[in-house]
């Protein structure tokens, strides 16, 4: 019997689709710009098209009223996207196995609740309050992930029986009363509307994320390139990085010019880096995509999918509790509708928007930020020129069906690109 022929040659470990993007990878700036054309030619488009939308989006605004872009709008309307970016960043998981949690909004309108209740009625400290709060999110959350695994109902029915049911809990929860308003003076209220951090902290911080991100990169195409694996050349990665830290300085400045950069609005940004590096970096990212992408292999492959559902329900739940908080801090209040109205469809929307796919397996925690810019955005647009909530709903319905449409379109483009 004859012996294979042997051979050093590092591409033999990519498969045939991937090399020629190790080839174009190897020839530097212009090569990586080959292989991102190559790669959009085939659908796969990443953040591109939420990017180009959001610029449109301020740039017409800006047109119809140059306030928009001010330093107090623009101060403005980050401390309004987090309460609902926060909750988009739990629903980007369970959107990641394909799944979907209809009642985060409910959630976060309960965890308002019993936060309210313990801190004004009850003088629990505000460590207090938060942690039960995000207790009783958790537990929900865990509660979902068992009836899932137990008798496969499919998660559309669970979390609409339990946005119906949790929603009950919210009105028992706060009683007769059914408003319960926070001191402005009390730290929870501060922290989320009357806190921000110092600019010369906040520069300092840019400046530690941007040389984070540059060695981590370096390092993992090191990594990669030893391995015989594709590597993002290091020219691209000290262009795009610090094209982005350029971006995120000016962003600073001109928050600067006005409060600056909320204390919520940095613990937002921090959970989506922290869920970013968790989804990507770590075992149980990896496993939570290979679900996404076809759950039968996934159990073939040995991965734990019963866990997998559970921790990703019982996050979905937390965030959407953390999100309820940060609600019931900025607005000083909490009452019947507190997380009700849009707040359930607009977390699934910024989701979609931003880039996750309905489909799993496709999306990371920045499709939160992405999305709820772009919600944020058109109904503060919207709400500067007067309009009424109407045509928030109909735009935001738009875009989020222009999103899906895209999505379906690059997935179709995907998988014909794939059988070529």
Known sequence: MSTPPTTTDPTMAIPADRQDERFLADEGLAGWVKGSISRLRSGDLGSLPVVIGLILIWGVFFVLNDAFLSSRNLVNLTLQMVPTG????GVVLVLLLGEIDLSVGSVSGLSGAVLAVG???????????????????????????????????????????????????????????????????????????????????AYALVLLAVGAAILAKLAQGRRRAAAGLSAVPPSVVLVRTGLLGLILLLAV??????????????????????????????????????????????????????????TVFALSSFFAALGGIFAAAR???VSQSSGGADTNLNAIAAAVIGGTSLFGGRGSAYSALLGILVIQSISNGLGLLSLDTSYRFMVTGGVLLLAVIIDSLSRRSRAAHGRA
């Open 86 to 89: 926060t909750i988009a960043i």
């Open 119 to 201: 801190f004004v009625n009850h003088g629990w400290t505000s460590g207090m309050a938060v942690g039960l709060a995000l207790l009783v999110g958790v537990a929900i959350g865990v509660i979902y992930g068992l009836l899932f695994n137990r008798y496969g109902v499919p998660s559309f029915v669970i979390t609409l029986a339990g946005l119906l049911a949790v929603l009950g809990l919210q009105i028992k929860v706060l009683g007769k009363d059914g408003t319960i308003n926070l001191a402005f003076t009390s730290d929870i209220v501060q922290f989320a509307s009357q806190k921000f951090v110092p600019d010369a902290v």
């Open 253 to 310: 400045y001109i928050l600067g010019r006005d409060r600056g950069v909320s204390y919520m609005v940095l613990t937002f940004i921090a959970l989506v880096v922290l869920t970013d590096l968790l989804v990507r970096r770590t075992r149980w990212g990896r496993s939570v995509m290979a679900v996404g992408g076809n759950v039968e292999a996934a159990r073939r492959a040995g991965i734990n999918v019963k866990r997998i559902y559970l």
């Open 331 to 333: 607005l000083a209040s």
